[in-house]
């Protein structure tokens, strides 16, 4: 593991906590392993934690967990399995890993682990790690290098290349997110990312989609409506976000609800699917999902 003064250097530089920073580093360190033992051969990295490493950089907020989209022929069970077999009990890069057994788990649909951690300079540390089995890729995943950091010249390792959604399907997988559960962090990729360069029309398919996936009705319309009187936590924002880099609360409503009114403009098989909780529509959904994957 790094250094702490040096680690100190890159929070203070970054501007956050020493353990935003060091947890950063670990997940950098706990993608190569995942990498270097083949287990990314089975996942797509997606979320907060990819935004940030792979789209954002340090542009982006802090996240402290990993998640995943499950690709391939792997099962939740063996999947888990194999995920405690490389890091139960086991040292990499002086980091020490343990997981308990009541601390992973494997449903249907998903499997996970609390990875808890020591080295020499911190004796409980702790992050998740999260796989979903719920739908696969609609889009290709393909290997996605690490945006870099300063932090990257001391960790006498070269981070990989990690599979991952692209950038089209990770924006429309957030906007899922955001419309299926009220949390300020999804608010906030939906700001940052509202500044990247995107296709409008394929987010859009793409969320509306995987919302049929989950039989969530797709109603942007309402969801960007009710963002102003949304009871959101924004102090869980603070210690993500470097200090003179986070917005007020007004300007991220603003931004997600001018940037994102294009959800809205939806094509009639489009608004089909995105009125079908119940999963009637599959003849749509399948015409929908032939047209992503048409895309070049």
């Known amino acids: 593991m790094i250094e702490k003064r040096l680690v100190q250097w890159y929070a203070s530089d970054a501007g956050v906590d020493l353990d935003i920073a060091e947890r950063e580093i670990v997940l950098t360190y706990i993608l190569s392993i995942l990498s270097d033992k083949g287990l990314l051969n089975h996942l797509a990295f997606k979320g907060g934690t990819a935004i940030r490493k792979l789209y954002?950089?340090?542009?982006?907020?802090?996240?402290?967990?990993?998640?995943?989209?499950?690709?391939?022929?792997?099962?939740?069970?063996?999947?888990?399995?194999?995920?405690?077999?490389?890091?139960?009990?086991?040292t990499y890069h002086g980091l020490t890993f343990t997981i308990p057994s009541p601390d992973y788990y494997?449903?249907?649909?998903?499997?996970?682990?609390?990875?808890?951690?020591?080295?020499?300079?911190?004796?409980?540390?702790?992050?998740?790690?999260?796989?979903?089995?719920?739908?696969?890729?609609?889009l290709p995943a393909s290997p996605t290098p690490l945006r870099r950091e300063r932090y990257f010249d001391w960790m006498g390792i070269e981070p990989p290349d990690v599979p991952a959604l692209g950038l089209l399907e990770v924006i429309g997988e957030k906007v899922r997110a955001a419309l299926q559960r009220t949390r300020v962090r999804d608010l906030y990729d939906l700001y940052q990312l509202a500044h990247q360069p995107f296709d409008r029309d394929v987010v859009r398919r793409v969320a509306i989609v995987k919302c049929w996936e989950t039989r969530y009705v797709f109603d942007p319309v309402a969801f960007l409506a009710s963002l102003p009187e949304?009871?959101?936590?924004?102090?869980?924002?603070?210690?993500?976000?470097?200090?003179?880099?986070?917005?007020?609360?007004?300007?991220?409503?603003?931004?997600?609800?001018?940037?994102?009114?294009?959800?809205?403009?939806?094509?009639?098989?489009?608004a089909r699917l995105a009125g079908d909780p119940y999963g009637r529509e599959v003849q749509v959904y399948n015409q929908l999902l032939d047209k992503l994957r048409e895309l070049p």
């Open 106 to 138: 494997a449903t249907d649909d998903s499997c996970g682990a609390e990875v808890t951690y020591h080295h020499t300079w911190v004796t409980a540390g702790r992050f998740g790690v999260q796989i979903s089995f719920r739908a696969r890729p609609l």
């Open 230 to 270: 949304g009871k959101h936590d924004w102090s869980d924002l603070s210690r993500l976000v470097r200090r003179d880099r986070l917005a007020t609360p007004d300007d991220i409503v603003r931004t997600v609800q001018e940037a994102y009114a294009f959800l809205g403009e939806m094509s009639e098989e489009e």
């Open 56 to 90: 954002l950089g340090g542009t982006g907020r802090f996240s402290l967990d990993l998640d995943f989209t499950a690709i391939g022929d792997v099962t939740p069970d063996a999947l888990v399995l194999d995920l405690i077999g490389l890091l139960h009990g086991q």
